[in-house]
C-alpha cells in the first residue's frame, strides 16, 4: 500500500513538472515561459495572455515568469529534465545549441504564410540553423548614442543623423572636443563588452567569424574588426575623452553620472529610452543619435528577442497558434511599446505610435532597415568563447592592460579551441 501511494505521488508530481498537458476535460494547457521584465511590458504580455485565454477556451496559456540573467542555464537544465516550457521566450544569439542539440521544434511547416511574410528575410536568418527556424524573431534594438542635447548645442558640434551620421573618426573627434575639466564627451558602458564591439563593428566592415567551405567557423580579428575596439581603447586611454571609470559598468549605471552632467553621451540599447524616460531630473535635455557609421554604413548587428516551441511540447501546433496571435501586427506594437523596442514586422514597424519624434522613436525606427544578424549568430560553442575568451580579453584591453597583438592572439588563439570543441 505504501509503496503504490509513493508511486502515485511521483506520477502527479511528473505530470505537474511537464511541458504542456491535456486536462480530463480535454482543455490544453501550454507553458509560456516569458522574459519581460519592465512593467509595461510584463503587463503587456499577461495583458494577450488574459485576451487569448478569453477568446480560445480550449487551450489555455500559463504565464510563466523567467529572467534574462539565467535564462540558458535554467532552460538546459529544463530541457535535460523534460520540463521545458510549451512556448519559449529568449534571444537568438542563445538558440544556436539549443537547436542544433535538437531541444528546439522546427517551426518551417508551423507559422502562418502571414507571418512568415511580415517579417523580413534578415530577421529570419537570425534563427535559422541548418534547414530549420527555430524561433520567432519580434523585437530587437539598434545601440544608440543617447545625448544631452543642450551640452551638445551649446558646443556647436554638428549633430549627426540617420542620413548624415558621424564616422567614427569624426566621432572620437567631437568626443575629444566635448571632454575636459573632470567632465567626458563619452562614457561606454562595457561590463559586457562583446555583443556592443561585434556589433558596432559590422559598421566597419568587421565579421570575426568566418564559415570556411567545410562548413567549419573560426575567429579572425581584421583590420575591420579592429576600427572599434581601437576607437574606445583611445578615447579611453590617449584622448581621455571616455570616463575609465565606466569601462566596467553596466548601462544603467551610467545614468546617474549622465544627468549629473559629467558625460555628454552614453551608447545604449534603445530601449533605455524608459530609464531616461523614468528617471531624467526634471527639465533634463535629451537626445537620441545613430551610432557612428564606418565602410558598412549605419549596419549593426542585432540579436532579436525570439519566440521558440521546445521539441518535447506535445502540442507543438496549439503553441505556434499562440506565437501567431501574439505577433499579430497590432499586438507586436503593442509589445514594443511596452519594451521600448522595435518590432522586427514590418506592418507593425510603420505604425505612426513608433514614427513619432518624441523619446528618438523616429530614429530608432530610421535605423530598422540596417540592423543585420549579429556576427555570433549560428556560431555553436559563442556563449562559451564570450564567456571564457572574448569577455576577459576586451576588458582588459579597454583597461590598457594588454595590447591590440595581445587581444588578437586570444581572440583568435584561445577562441578557436573552444569553438573546434563544439565543430568536431
Known sequence: MRARLLALVLLLLLAGCSSGGTRDDGRITLRFQSLAWQEESVEANKELVEEWNATHPGVRVEYVQGSWDSVHDQLLTAFEGGEAPDIIHD?????????????????THLLPARLKSDIPQRSWETTTFGDGVYGVPFLQEPRVLIANAKWLKRSGVRIPTPEKPWSWSEFRRITEQLSGRGKYGIAWPLKEPVSATLNLSLSTGGQLFHRGTDGKVTVR??????VVPRTIHAQAGTDRSASPTTLGSGGSDTLPGFFGGRYAMVPLGFSYRQQIVQQAPKGFDWQVLPAPAGAGGLTQGVSPQTLSVAEDSPHKKEAAAFIDFLLRPENMV??????????TGNRALNDPALRTPEHGWSTGTALAAHLRPAPAQTVRGYPEWKDKVATPALQEYYSGAIGIRELRERLEDDGNLVLARYQR
Do not use: I, T
Not at 91 to 107: E, H, R
Not at 334 to 343: C, E, H
Open 91 to 107: 534571444a537568438s544569439d542563445d538558440l544556436a545549441d539549443f537547436a542544433y542539440g535538437g531541444y528546439l521544434a522546427d517551426l
Open 221 to 226: 580579428f581584421e583590420a575591420a574588426d579592429q
Open 334 to 343: 503593442r509589445l514594443a511599446l511596452g519594451d521600448w523596442m522595435l518590432p
